[in-house]
């Protein structure tokens, strides 16, 4: 996708704070954190949202659902941590690349 903006991450084509990466997904700081902690954990294949994910994408999905609390401990957060899959616009997401958002620390926000 030569559009996609985290592809381009991906690519290495734009700059990103990475904190983790493998052969299936990469993990990054976003760029205007809404927490203290706030990273975006993106699959390497294109998927364009929740939408598009099929079975195919088992072992993908499964894998970044799975190095989520292995992330969040490492940054700090003992206590816990929020997960959000914005889907569509009518979800909120912005760039249509899948991705979870990993939030947490003392600044954590609410659902508004
Ligand atoms: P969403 O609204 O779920 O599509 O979330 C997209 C997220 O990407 C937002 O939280 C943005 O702050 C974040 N973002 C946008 N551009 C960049 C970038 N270049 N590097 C890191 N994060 C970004
Ligand atoms: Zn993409």
Redesign the pocket.
């Known amino acids: 996708m030569s559009d996609c ?1 985290f592809c381009k ?1 991906l690519a290495g084509e ?1 700059p ?1 704070d990475i904190v983790y990466e493998d052969d299936k997904m990469l993990v ?7 927490a203290e902690v ?1 990273l ?1 954990a993106i699959p390497r294949v294109h998927i364009t949202s929740l939408n598009e994910v099929s079975d195919e994408h088992d072992e993908i999905i499964a894998h970044m659902i799975k190095q989520l609390p292995k992330l969040a401990k490492e940054q700090g957060l003992k206590d816990g941590f929020r997960t ?3 889907t569509g616009k009518g979800g ?5 690349h899948l ?1 979870m ?1 990993l939030l947490g620390g003392s600044n954590l926000p609410g659902f508004q």
């Open positions: 903006l991450i734009i990103a990054f700081k976003d760029l205007y954190p809404k706030h975006l959000i899959i914005n909120g997401q912005v760039v249509f991705h958002h």
